[in-house]
């Protein structure tokens, strides 16, 4: 049985990770790392995980095949790079680092080592964004994220909540992207709204954000030559064709974390890494995700 690492046990880690990585002890054998012993044995009542180390050192000592990084965002970096260097495949959760010139560096190493680097943009795997994806001849796209009223730093708000949006646009897009124009509106420090538009030959992309917009809402919407579909919090798509607009759900007995795309997006990493097959989310795509975010930072 493959060991598959995690590091960083946090809020992210324990809403949307480690109860699916549970359901998936009979296939890997899950190693932990935490200092907090409590929590350690808190995660081992709950779900039954018996493998728990307190360093970074130690579970690489274990040689699993991979390891998920959950720990902050600053940290990633030197966690990644002694992760590659000892030859272990990292999924990571975005962004990989808020400096470009890391993420490159990062995904330049794990060619080198022949390893697979994945970005969790978890969005990519929710299944009707997943149909989006499958629309041929979109013309126009809108990936759009809504907050109440949400003060966040401009920097923070960007890699933390825009990036989402960034990235759906840039997974729905289907061409080469020719021209990229963007806005954004701050308020003593605070970003208000945030815009990127991305041109190709025969499609635009609206990326949309709104930190103060009356209600917290998720869309994204491809229009083609045949038709117009929304997809509304990951979770209800709208078709529109003439004379006619067909609503659809979700399943009721579906799991949010199907819904959100984060049990595909695990299971397509943890087969990727275990078969040898193409990184689920591809470095390049992800690399321009991340230049797209620091290009809007630095028109700050």
């Not at 960007?158 to 960034?166: A, G, N, P």
Request: one cysteine or more; charged letters at 25%.
């Amino acid at each position: 049985m493959e060991k598959i690492g995690v590091i960083g046990l946090g809020n992210i880690a324990q809403k949307a990770y480690l109860p699916v990585m549970a359901t998936l002890q009979d296939k890997y054998e899950w190693h932990l790392t935490t200092r907090n012993e409590a929590k350690g044995e808190m995660l081992e009542k709950k779900y039954g995980f018996k493998h728990f180390h307190q360093t970074l050192d130690e579970l690489i000592a274990e040689k699993p095949l991979a390891v998920f990084v959950h720990t902050p965002t600053p940290t990633h970096f030197e966690i990644i790079k002694q992760l590659l260097n000892a030859g272990i495949n990292v999924y990571v959760d975005k962004p990989i680092s808020e400096e470009l010139s890391e993420v490159e560096a990062l995904y330049k190493l794990a060619a080198e080592k022949n390893l697979m680097l994945t970005c969790g943009f978890n969005r990519r795997f929710a299944p009707f964004n997943q149909e989006l994806k499958q629309i041929p001849d979109k013309r126009t796209i809108v990936a759009e994220k809504i907050r109440e009223d949400a003060v966040q730093p401009t920097k923070f708000a960007i890699f933390d909540l825009m990036i989402h949006s960034v990235d759906t646009a840039v997974y729905l897009m289907d061409e080469n992207i020719k021209k990229v124009d963007d806005f954004l509106v701050t308020n003593d420090g605070n970003l208000e709204q945030g815009y990127i538009t991305l041109t190709g030959s025969k499609s635009r992309a609206q990326i949309i954000t709104n930190m103060i917009g009356g209600s917290n809402l998720e869309l994204a919407i491809v229009q083609s030559s045949q038709t117009r579909k929304v997809v509304t919090n990951l979770s209800a798509m709208q078709t529109y064709q003439t004379g006619t607009i067909t609503q659809n759900s979700r399943p009721d007995w579906e799991n949010t974390l199907i819904t959100r795309g984060f049990e595909p997006i695990i299971k397509a990493f943890l087969q990727a890494v275990s078969e040898g097959s193409e990184n689920p989310v591809s470095p390049d795509s992800a690399i321009l995700s991340h230049k797209l975010c620091v290009d809007l930072v630095n028109t700050l």
